[in-house]
């Protein structure tokens, strides 16, 4: 018998083997996925801006950091997924989760609350949009809150708001609102000829901002185009241009894709409203204007089980209801390039549980449009 088993002991813990490379790369690379995915959790998040709804504030290429310590994260609701993916795994159209498991949605505390005008990243509610372009039903897939599609919007309302729309200008609680210094609006711009693609550089116009729409007689050529007021007093100026006028098409009749719907046909995205956006603890009686309005908010968004809209009532887990409170904090988003935008006029209230974080900073900027010695745009960095 060893009665120095511990002599045995440190020999042997002084003789262990180092690590091979391959076990330190696994180590390595195990490191930083756990710290990546505490990090894009708990904390910041990098994404891309990949329409123009939000120019001039946000443009196609920025890359920016999304600050989840603001609001508060939230907890997992999908813990089934793979890490550092969102719906699917990269370069594939492989799920990334598996929904065989879904949390109870909590936030953690943050120091600030979502404000009017902030500019807010969210998981957007509607599954149309979360499948969008595809118009096939069939194959639509409808993700958990988590993980469905991510929008980047301006805040315009906050729950409790009553918001409204009139011949372009926001009014939030009968007061017009300051207008983003930046937003852009569809104007019809009118020609002698096809504008040449270099002064629309110089007016610091690409593809994105512009349609030509073709020769309705000879000498006039006309564009769609999406201007702040500064590029329209500047193409106003111009000894080529005929005329620059606001797009009536954005508001002369009704639009059928507006939220709520047909009911309210007189409603476009430049007439629009009045609103009120939902707010915890706010009471609405049940009839047949209020579910049209809010009917889907309570059946989908609002933490209910066993929801049924039949012939202008509300029945919960059976019983029909005839006053209802809503559960959670509601939003109304819009982008600021107004008439360039798919927002929550269009489909509606972003739940609070829905609420990803809040725009901070751009890291990054590149110039899809740009020649190779102009493709990054230097003077975004870290605005």
């Not at 995915?37 to 950091?65: C, Q």
């Not at 009968?174 to 550089?201: C, F």
């Not at 702040?228 to 500047?234: A, F, I, L, Y």
């Amino acid at each position: 018998m060893n009665w120095k088993f511990w002599e045995k002991k440190a020999k042997t813990e002084g003789e262990r083997k180092p690590k091979s490379a391959l076990r330190e790369w696994w180590d390595a690379v195990l490191f930083a996925v756990v710290a990546a995915t505490l990090i894009r959790w708990l904390i910041m998040e990098a994404y891309t801006i990949p329409t123009p709804s939000m120019e001039n504030s946000m443009l196609v290429g920025d890359f920016l950091f999304v600050s989840k310590f603001h609001y508060g994260t939230r907890t997992p609701r999908t813990p089934l997924q793979i890490p550092l993916t969102h719906q699917k795994i990269w370069f594939t159209n492989i799920p990334s989760y598996l929904d065989w498991v879904q949390l109870p949605t909590y936030r953690l505390p943050g120091f600030t609350h979502v404000k009017r005008n902030d500019v807010v990243v969210f998981n957007v509610p509607g599954i149309a949009e979360n499948n969008y372009p595809s118009t096939n039903q069939a194959t639509w897939i409808d993700y958990p809150v988590d993980l469905k599609t991510n929008y980047i919007k301006r805040c315009v309302a906050v729950s409790g708001d009553i918001l409204e729309i009139k011949d372009r200008q926001l009014i939030i609680n009968g007061e017009a609102e300051v207008n983003p210094p930046q937003m852009q609006l569809s104007y019809l711009v009118t020609a002698k000829d096809e504008i040449n693609e270099r002064n629309l550089e110089a007016l610091d116009l690409d593809p994105d901002d512009y349609d030509f729409m073709g020769r309705p007689e000879a000498g006039k050529a006309v564009y769609q185009m999406f201007l702040t007021q500064e590029k329209v007093d500047k193409l106003k100026a111009l000894p080529y241009v005929i005329s620059v006028s606001e797009d009536y098409r954005t508001h002369e009749g009704p639009d059928t894709r507006i939220f709520p719907g047909g009911k309210y046909e007189r409603w476009n995205g430049d007439n629009y409203g009045p609103l009120v956006i939902p707010k915890e603890g706010m009471k609405i009686p049940i009839n047949d204007s209020t579910l049209y309005t809010y009917g889907k908010v309570i059946e989908k968004y609002d933490h209910n089980k066993e929801v049924k809209i039949e012939g202008g009532k509300l029945f919960i887990e059976g019983k029909e209801v005839t006053e209802y409170t809503f559960n959670q904090n509601y939003y109304f988003m819009m982008g600021d390039n107004r008439h360039n935008s798919l927002d929550s006029r269009y489909w509606g209230f972003v739940p609070e549980d829905h609420i990803v974080g809040k725009g901070f900073f751009i890291w990054l900027s590149i110039d899809k449009h740009g020649s190779f010695l102009n493709k990054i745009r230097w003077s975004r960095f870290f605005k």
